[in-house]
Nanobody
Framework: QVKLVESGGGLVQPGGSLRLSCAAS????????MDWYRQAPGKQRELVAS???????NYADSVKDRFTISRDNAKNTVYLQMNSLKPEDTATYYC?????????????????WGQGTQVTVSS
């Protein structure tokens, strides 16, 4: 019913920038929070940034002042602008959309994950 498609990952040099996008497809009535997580090899998945339905944002300490999360509700899309990238930002980045209400489900909501996009920061 709902599929999240991520884009924008790639290889970038330290100090560079990337912009990730995650678009949800389907007949969607509403989405609560939208999040970006990342998982590096051998490490647990961690929350990078989140944005509420009211546009309140939260960031992991490690990315504050470097990353910016935003959303476009008309497009059911969340973005992550990543600046001043460091090698330790290298990971697979996943988007998550919380409490998505889809048409013809009687108002039920579910959480959905994207497939992940690789970000590699290296010289």
């Amino acid at each position: 019913q709902v599929k999240l498609v991520e884009s924008g990952g790639g290889l970038v040099q330290p100090g560079g920038s990337l912009r990730l996008s995650c678009a949800a497809s389907g007949i969607i009535f509403s989405i609560n929070a939208m999040d970006w997580y990342r998982q590096a090899p051998g490490k647990q998945r961690e929350l990078v940034a989140s944005i509420s339905s009211g546009d309140s944002t939260n960031y992991a300490d490690s990315v504050k002042d470097r990353f910016t999360i935003s959303r476009d509700n008309a497009k059911n899309t969340v973005y992550l602008q990543m600046n001043s990238l460091k090698p330790e930002d290298t990971a697979t980045y996943y988007c998550k959309m919380e409490k998505v209400v889809v048409a013809f489900t009687g108002g039920l909501s579910n959480d959905y994950w994207g497939q992940g996009t690789q970000v590699t920061v290296s010289s």
